[in-house]
């Protein structure tokens, strides 16, 4: 009965590679969120999507992208990954303007 | 855009001590002031918020105190126990017709037994 739930937990892939991090919320929100967290703890959004739509797109390189199939799910596909990409992506959602809750994580290690 | 600045960025307190931890913010048109606790390996989860037109909020032994003309605001944690141990961030919400939540750099909370 988790609310926000994302998989892999934990990712270990060579540079270069192309990996995909999936995430479902079953609260009924309607506004999802990708945020990253780098190795010093500071958690900064990537992306937001309303209702299937982007609203929000940080200056995130453009091998990142996310993919909204439903309101429900928002997946966050990344290309040609980097030494630099390694962090922890947290998947969010919230209900218009509410509060937002946060996945567990996914801690993504590129060697 | 908006910037939040958080002190310190690691606390250490006796069992039974308080904590208080403090955020500044730079946009005045901020309105929503969340307190997110992360413990290790896991997410982070709302501990308390609170909105701009209050200027203070307790839930038992956590609150948090909102100063919108010096756009700083401060989460106040009296007794702690040792299951407070964590990272603790702040952040503010900018709406512009999209929510965007802007954390601080996060406080690592130690709580010696």
């Known amino acids: 009965d988790t609310a926000v739930s994302q998989t892999p937990k934990y990712l270990v892939t060579q540079m270069g590679n192309d990996k995909s991090i999936k995430c479902e919320q079953n609260l009924g929100h309607d506004t999802m969120y990708w945020y990253k967290q780098d190795s010093k703890k500071f958690l900064k959004i990537m992306f937001s999507y309303n209702n299937k739509e982007l609203i929000i797109n940080e200056t995130v390189p453009n091998r990142f992208s996310p993919k909204s199939p439903d309101k429900a799910h928002l997946n966050l596909h990344i290309n040609s990954l980097e030494l630099g990409d390694s962090a922890v992506y947290f998947c969010a959602s919230s209900f218009r303007g509410n509060t937002i809750y946060f996945g567990e994580g996914s801690w993504l290690t590129v060697v | 855009g908006e910037n939040v600045e958080q002190h310190p960025s690691t606390l250490s307190v006796q069992e039974g001590d308080s904590a208080v931890i403090k955020c500044t913010y730079s946009d005045s048109a901020s309105n929503y002031f969340p307190w997110y606790k992360q413990e290790l390996g896991k997410g982070p989860q709302l501990i308390i918020d609170?909105?701009?037109?209050?200027g203070e909020k307790k839930d038992q032994r956590i609150a948090v105190t909102l100063n919108k003309t010096a756009k700083h605001f401060s989460l106040h944690i009296t007794e702690t126990q040792p299951e407070d141990s964590a990272v603790y961030f702040c952040?503010?919400?900018?709406?512009?017709?999209?929510?965007?939540?802007?954390f601080g750099q996060g406080t690592r909370l130690t709580i010696n037994p």
């Open positions: 609170i909105r701009s037109n209050v």
């Open positions: 952040a503010a919400i900018l709406f512009q017709g999209a929510q965007k939540l802007v």
